[in-house]
């Protein structure tokens, strides 16, 4: 089965119900050895919170806590996290209370002159319920559980030197319980590669790697599948302002499922030239690869440009599917600063292919910041997205729509208390349609201590 890569639309999400109270970490500590600790409690009235036909209204009141210890020092950093939501939720006469989304992270980096060392961990086990749509991939509305635990290794040798080595390791694992859906499955994915970098001049970059992934998920087929990429990449300034990027490679893929095995293979690549202007960059790129759905070939022009006071990116193109068949994608960003806030815009539409498929993800967002005083703040949302499975055959979508309003006071230097209202829509071809609307307050403090 094909898996598609959705990239989220930026935007300011203002979410009903608390996952956990948040805190910096090692971001907000300026170093040596701090602790972060973060509470907030809330209550939401939702009136649909499964955004399903027909679904029950829920009145929840949560208790997030988070712990935070980091240690940071000029050439190493250390961090872990953890949190959790004691939750009541009263829905439909039944009632239901305990603890919540257990949340973990752990990351560690050293960097010396020459190498640096990269790792990362993490735990989540979350009610579905809970998820932001438009941040899960899986398109579906049925409940449950899922677990996800996920483990990173880099280390990196060679950063002054001419020659230097790369090793990339990398673990995901994915856990559903408590679900009905047949396309939600257990799925369990490895990744290692290796990589050899050499500077041939000042300006040019060669990099040769090798890497292995093997996938499998507990599906009806029982896939396993070993993904194998050979890759050379050449990296050239031709100039100050233009540099050349190029890739060459070869991929293989060995999917074995109860009905048979089968293996496709072939050359991969891209070529892609940045232009530097004076304001940004310009660039182009085309590039070709394949996975276990066959070949796609995208070709896409960007431009990033710096405003006085904001930024504006955009990319455009074409994607050809493995039948041949051409959608248009592209992206839009857009920050303005205004001298009481922000406002932000995004656009994006990908292409992929899914068991056969060809199916398009488009999203949108608007969002603006308005900080009213010192103390307190406006925060307005709205975001659209809609997958369309179609391709030509019967009309297979899923679509969803979210404005928010949520306004935000410093009762103390330690205290932040936020209220608003959510209203959100979902609407698919098989499910049918569904509407929601929310209403929030949040009181929240953060404290960090200093040993």
Do not use: C
Not at 161 to 187: A, C, M, Q, R
């Amino acid at each position: 089965m094909g898996k598609r890569i959705a990239v989220s639309a930026t935007f300011i999400a203002l979410a009903p119900t608390i996952a956990a109270a948040q805190t910096g970490g090692g971001d907000g500590n300026p170093g040596g050895l701090q602790i972060d600790i973060g509470i907030s409690t809330g209550l939401t009235y939702d009136s649909n919170l499964s955004l399903d036909p027909g679904g029950d209204s829920a009145s929840i009141w949560d208790t997030g806590l988070t712990f935070a210890f980091s240690s940071v020092a000029p050439n190493q950093r250390f961090e872990f996290v953890a949190g959790g939501v004691l939750r009541y939720i009263d829905t439909a006469g039944a009632t239901d209370f305990g603890l919540e989304d257990p949340r973990f992270r752990l990351g560690y980096t050293r960097e010396s002159l020459n190498s640096r060392l990269e790792f990362s961990a993490s735990y989540s086990d979350v009610d579905r319920d809970f998820l932001d749509p438009f941040l899960d991939t899986t398109d579906s509305s049925d409940g449950g559980k899922v677990a996800t635990t996920d483990a990173a290794l880099r280390y990196e040798t060679g950063l002054q030197d001419p020659f230097g080595f790369i090793l990339d390791l990398s673990h995901n694992k994915v856990e559903y319980s408590g679900t009905t859906d047949p396309d939600l499955n257990d799925n369990q994915t490895d990744r290692a590669g290796v990589a050899a970098r050499m500077r041939v001049s000042p300006v040019s970059t060669v990099t040769v790697s090798a890497a292995q992934t093997w996938y499998e998920e507990q599906d009806l087929l029982q896939t396993d599948r070993t993904t194998t990429e050979y890759l050379v990449r050449f990296e050239h300034e031709l100039d100050q302002v233009i540099s050349l990027d190029v890739g060459l490679g070869y991929d293989r893929i060995e999917e074995v499922l109860t009905s048979g095995t089968t293996i496709t293979s072939g050359a991969v690549g891209y070529v892609g030239v940045t232009r530097a202007m004076t304001n940004g960059t310009a660039n182009v790129r085309l590039a070709t690869s394949i996975d276990d759905e066959g070949r796609r070939t995208e070709l896409t022009f960007g431009r990033d440009m710096e405003l006085p006071r904001g930024t504006f990116s955009a990319m455009v193109g074409a994607s050809r599917a493995p039948d041949g068949d051409v959608e248009a994608i592209g992206r839009l960003a857009y920050v303005q600063r205004t001298s009481t806030g922000e406002f932000t815009a995004s656009l994006e539409r990908s292409a992929y292919t899914d068991d056969g498929d060809n199916a398009t993800d488009t999203r949108a967002a608007v969002g603006y910041r308005h900080e009213i005083n010192s103390v307190s703040r406006l925060d307005l949302g709205l975001e659209w997205s809609l997958v369309d499975r179609a391709t030509g055959g019967p009309e297979d979508t899923t679509e969803y729509a979210r404005i928010s309003a949520a306004y935000s006071r410093d009762l103390t230097a330690d205290w932040d208390l936020t209220s608003g209202i959510t209203y959100r829509t979902r609407s698919d071809t098989t499910d049918g349609d569904a509407d929601s609307t929310a209403v929030f307050v949040t009181l929240s403090r953060n404290f960090s201590f200093r040993p």
